[in-house]
């Protein structure tokens, strides 16, 4: 069975990646745009032998277009190839942004292309490492083109998820803050372990971190533990204290102190922290936030 050809715009981690593993599956590549250095980089790493075209070239050449650029360059990108007329009516056009649904393809809709909004939820490196993943892809299309976009994730040995259009820029939130803030607050944690005297903090929180995030995964917040849902106060007092007195950029005091009172209200909504502790808890973190509000206001 002949499978439907392949263009890309946008060579980034993404789309490069994407477009090498549906040329793996046996669809046609038959352009991919990319101006950049890194860009041209993995072209020829990822893609050897694809011709590297402008963007409209790529749209008129394939019958699937794929945008895979940056979330707010999108629907510029969408309306630059309808102005060009190198989309056709019937034509399969997909991006694959997190955050937007199919109206950001408003402007090729109009000229009878095909929308589908291909999310990918994984975090790439845009080299070879990246092949072997198969993600969850946050979808969102019409009924008729629900199957190609699943034909699509099959290929990539990925799973599909329908996402309302509603619902995409919720869906994409939760992926930013479990990912993206996840690495903030790891790269926070070994901050403060390299103050502390660790000489390699990734190996202190590997083993730490691996299994509280398998647990919470398989039990969610039956998977809590430490000083906050334990109600020990006075551990909590001594950690803010330490963060005082060790010179710790705002940003990570902020991020602690914010995390501590989430954590706080969820384990006192599931009855395992009791009312007068977390309130306790409560004031001990407010305390501390006067605290650094005063440090802040007497350096003007």
């Given at each position: 069975?002949?499978?439907?050809?392949?263009?890309v715009v946008g060579a980034g981690k993404v789309g490069s990646v994407l477009a090498a593993r549906l040329r793996a599956a046996g669809y046609p590549v038959v352009g991919v745009s990319g101006r950049?250095?890194?860009?041209?980089?993995?072209?020829?790493?990822?893609?050897?032998?694809?011709?590297?075209?402008?963007?409209?070239?790529?749209?008129?050449?394939?019958?699937?277009?794929?945008?895979?650029?940056?979330?707010?360059?999108?629907?510029?990108?969408?309306?630059?190839?309808?102005?060009?007329?190198?989309?056709?009516?019937?034509?399969?056009?997909?991006?694959?942004?997190?955050?937007?649904?199919?109206?950001?393809?408003?402007?090729?809709?109009?000229?009878?292309?095909?929308?589908?909004?291909?999310?990918?939820?994984?975090?790439?490196?845009?080299?070879?490492?990246?092949?072997?993943?198969?993600?969850?892809?946050?979808?969102?299309?019409?009924?008729?083109?629900?199957?190609?976009?699943?034909?699509?994730?099959?290929?990539?040995?990925?799973?599909?998820?329908?996402?309302?259009?509603?619902?995409?820029?919720?869906?994409?939130?939760?992926?930013?803050?479990?990912?993206?803030?996840?690495?903030?607050?790891?790269?926070?944690?070994?901050?403060?372990?390299?103050?502390?005297?660790?000489?390699?903090?990734?190996?202190?929180?590997?083993?730490?971190?691996?299994?509280?995030?398998?647990?919470?995964?398989?039990?969610?917040?039956?998977?809590?533990?430490?000083?906050?849902?334990?109600?020990?106060?006075?551990?909590?007092?001594?950690?803010?204290?330490?963060?005082?007195?060790?010179?710790?950029?705002?940003?990570?005091?902020?991020?602690?102190?914010?995390?501590?009172?989430?954590?706080?209200?969820?384990?006192?909504?599931?009855?395992?922290?009791?009312?007068?502790?977390?309130?306790?808890?409560?004031?001990?973190?407010?305390?501390?936030?006067?605290?650094?509000?005063?440090?802040?206001?007497?350096?003007?």
């Amino acid at each position: 069975m002949m499978r439907p050809s392949m263009g890309v715009v946008g060579a980034g981690k993404v789309g490069s990646v994407l477009a090498a593993r549906l040329r793996a599956a046996g669809y046609p590549v038959v352009g991919v745009s990319g101006r950049s250095e890194a860009s041209r980089l993995r072209i020829s790493t990822l893609l050897p032998g694809v011709p590297v075209l402008e963007p409209e070239a790529v749209a008129a050449a394939a019958d699937v277009l794929v945008l895979s650029v940056p979330d707010d360059s999108l629907i510029a990108v969408a309306e630059e190839l309808a102005a060009s007329g190198a989309v056709r009516p019937g034509q399969v056009v997909l991006h694959t942004s997190g955050r937007h649904g199919l109206d950001a393809l408003a402007a090729l809709t109009r000229l009878g292309a095909r929308p589908i909004a291909f999310h990918p939820a994984m975090t790439f490196t845009g080299t070879a490492v990246d092949l072997e993943r198969g993600p969850v892809f946050g979808l969102t299309a019409a009924d008729a083109d629900r199957p190609l976009a699943e034909e699509l994730v099959a290929a990539l040995h990925g799973v599909p998820m329908w996402v309302a259009e509603s619902d995409r820029a919720l869906y994409h939130a939760a992926l930013a803050h479990g990912a993206n803030h996840l690495v903030t607050l790891v790269a926070q944690s070994m901050d403060l372990l390299r103050t502390a005297g660790a000489a390699d903090p990734a190996a202190v929180l590997r083993p730490l971190l691996t299994a509280a995030l398998d647990n919470v995964l398989a039990y969610g917040d039956a998977a809590l533990t430490g000083p906050v849902v334990r109600g020990d106060v006075t551990t909590i007092r001594a950690h803010v204290d330490a963060l005082a007195a060790s010179d710790v950029d705002d940003a990570t005091v902020d991020a602690y102190l914010e995390l501590a009172r989430a954590t706080a209200r969820r384990a006192e909504a599931d009855h395992r922290l009791d009312a007068a502790t977390a309130g306790t808890i409560r004031q001990v973190l407010d305390e501390a936030d006067w605290d650094t509000m005063a440090h802040i206001a007497a350096g003007f």
